[in-house]
């Protein structure tokens, strides 16, 4: 569908392309089991991804800092599981989640799959909200590095997307154009409404069952991009 009009696909990575929740819930289980945290993982996980979810979207809008996103995460999730943790515990997990987070390296099935058959014929990139001393050392750990021409994060850039500010420095890291551009990401607000409103052609990556909208197409498995790429 595409096929003829792109050039550029810029792909968002945390779970776009690495798997975020698997290596999420490797390393809380690393932690817990380092720290002594008696809490089952599945009822901790159940409040903790709608809550990361809920204070990263504070986080995109400029609303909390690294900080605090990194430490109410927490806090609320334990606090909801009604387990007694005091605050050095918390600092303690944060410091260490970001430490090992990185240090899983599972992707979203596909990933390499697509990213083999796109290499040769598109100029890969990635933009992404992600704190800047783990995305890349991610993308070297899961071996796609080698993939992308340019990854640009929120901090190099200043803000965070859906900022219209951070797709304009990626087109121009990239030496590209809107028009020639596609954004594959699995924010409808961050990812997708964002990359349109600095004139990109978008893909929605739904990983997380959202209902059918008419922002962009939708896959649901990356091997569909070969269908529209």
Known sequence: MFKGSVTDI????????WDFEKNSRL??????ETNGIDQDMEDFLSVYVPLNL???KLYREERITKSTLRYE????AFDAVAYEVDDRTIHLLSEQYIEFLSSF??????????LNY???RYRLHIITNGFQEIQEKKLRMSNILEYFDQVVN?????????????????LDMANTEADKSMMIGDNIEADILGARAAGFKTLHFNVHNEPLHDYSEMIQDLSEIKSYL
């Open 10 to 17: 810029f792909f968002d990575l945390d779970h776009t392309l």
């Open 27 to 32: 390393t809380f289980k690393k932690i817990f």
């Open 54 to 56: 809920e204070y990263w």
């Open 73 to 76: 995460r927490l806090r609320k």
């Open 105 to 114: 390296n599972h992707l979203v099935p596909n990933t390499m799959e697509i």
């Open 118 to 120: 796109l290499k040769p």
């Open 154 to 170: 929120s901090e190099m850039a200043g803000v965070k997307k859906p900022n219209r500010k951070i797709f304009e420095l990626a």
